[in-house]
């Protein structure tokens, strides 16, 4: 959390020396607060006043990684609560658990298939993130085993779930260039896990279900022994409960900058449910409120694929609207005679334009023009989507060659443009469609008879 | 370790609604469905009151849906060649209420005229005791003249009847006004726009207590983000007590996500989409929690497995409420 000039001052000397090169530690705190500085100018902080300034100038929600290759799950650093307010920054890691008790084939075919789980939205390829290794067995070489079968099928991240130090040293051991987390410390053996944590230099999660207090208590002991990358499970399952103590934990770390419970949080929206679809709504809300790490119970991609769509939308920067790439869409088996439409590429607008093209069963051509990612009526607002713009992605998308029909059919909140078009585009026919994207399907099937 | 829980006072909160009427009150509802009345933010009893959960409005059309997906098609069966019987079948499921859209007035399709449309609506209200939404499908221009016959068919009844649009809004609040009924207004996702048309309805005469907010719904993977982020900030605003903004507000969630790719493309799906059947249903529902999550007080559904899912989800959270 970003620290005002004043509280900064407090930490400072307050001799007015000049040797930062301000007049006076005041004004010197005031641009260290607006970042226009840097702390070591001042040549005499002492060590606590600068160990104080640097612990709260860090984020309210710690950065944690998990795994140590290029898919690796990183979150927290979140700073607001609506995504409006600013944006939610690192995506919740979406990973399958398996459990030590299950055949190995089958913890390989788990692990195949999750590890190798991609799907294609909006151009982007969206996966799963890792896999959580459960020791259901209570049995240490049983679960090093299916660790095993796991890390050799599947290059993802890892998250190992046994409350037994022993075990999970045993799991520790196979997986151990892979920063996998550790799931989890309890009261009972947060010491021991903690050392875990240290030696095979892994992030903690830390699991109390009594309450925010007994959580709190036990983050702190961990933290001073010297594990900084903690993830929290405050045990609460459900979606009332965890709805609830989610918000919570978040508005703490926001609101209060409380430190000991400012950490990503884990869940596992699938205990405690009586259905598939059930436990898909509430990794669905997970998504929404707050979850860092979503383990889920089986991998089914009826499950999945929504899941990482809500995410995708979700975790946008509203600021910077999605954009489609600029180009000649052919939607379904458009052809020369195909009917060919216009719009912007506001990604909302494309979608909408696309998708009630595809409904109309009729094969289309749509040429989205670069309008700097707003829609219709506003980049034609702001001079984005005119005439001019409009010609000129006809000539350098080479739809000329593709539909010798020469028509073309703009947005009808533009049906002003069709005479300077017309100038534009000579030998071309200006045809204005629908207002609104819903209405194309119809407008298509009664206009259409090239 | 002291943990005290951050709780916030809100100055305002959610405008109750009523709708549907029953004998006493002028109509013949059964049962009347109040919304709104929340003083803080989706489920978060901690802090404030819930005195009404969310309700799910089951969306039927008032003539056979031709283009529907097979799966939503082989669930529902027969029922949807006759809106009553599809009604009485949508009560069965546990609807709170029957949203129902005019389709069959779209003057590009079968152009039914509103007299016709009006005589469906009361065959509706004969066949259940269930509160209704009605909806125009005749477009911007149109709707006005359905939903005034509608609102003069069902005199009373206290139905909600929309969209009501910053360019029609007129015609159809007068109806409600004449006719005792509700309006919802619809806006393009647009808080300050939402808060515009509200004030607009207002100002015709309609008292506050009889406008519900569509703020319009973008399903998931197309624009769910721009839908929650308008409701977060619809309820926001109403929790800090902007009363043009605390009408309780509907999501369209059955209608928009049945409609995506994703849920009615039944051949050549992709492997990574799954079982094409459960992933349509898990579409309508990501859909529906997502938004619920952000504030909304009533969410339309078409698939009667979604209906029952999110009714224990409401349930679930509605605990105690
Ligand atoms: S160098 Fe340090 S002590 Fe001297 S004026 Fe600057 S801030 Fe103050």
Redesign the pocket.
Known sequence: MALSGLEIYKN??????????????LA??MKLAAKGVELS?????SEAAKQALEAAAAPPIRLVTIGADSRKIEVGNEVVLFRHEKTFYHQPGIVVRVKDTEPADQIAKTAKEVGGYSVERVGLQLTLDGIAIENTSGDPAKFAAAVKAVKDTATVPLILMSQDPKAMEAALEVAKDGKPLIYAATSQNWQEMAGLAKKYSAPLAVYSKDGLDQLAELTKNIAGAGVADLMLDPGARGMLDSLQMMTQLRRLALKKNFRALGYPIITFPGEGVDSLEEEAATAAQHVAKYAGVIVLNSFNPAVAYPLLTERLNLFTDPQKPIQVEPKLYAIGEANEKSPLLVTTNFSLTYFSVAGEVENSRIPAWLLVTDAEGMSVLTAWAAGKFDAEKIAKAVKSSGVEQKVPHKKIIIPGYVATLSGELEEELPGWDILVGTREAVDIPAYLRSAWSA | MAVEIPVEKWAGKVREVTIGATASEGGTRSKTVTVGGESTLPFLQFEGQLPHRPVIAVEIHDAEPTDWSPTLLGALGDVVKDPAAWAKKAEEWGADLIFMRLVSTNPDGENRKPEAAAEVVKSVLKAVGLPLIVYGGAGIEHNPDVLVKVAQATEGERLVLGPAEDKNYRTIVAGCLAHGHIVSAFTPMDLNLAKQLNILVSDVGLSPDRIIVDPNTGALGYGLEYCVSVIERLRLSALQGDSMTQMPIISLAGEESWRTKESKVSEGVPEAWGDFAELGLIWETTTATTLLHSGADIVTLRHPKSVALIKSVIDKLGKGA
């Open positions: 400072l000397p307050k001799t007015n020396c000049k040797e930062c090169g301000f007049p006076t530690c010197f705190a100018a001042c040549p005499y902080v």
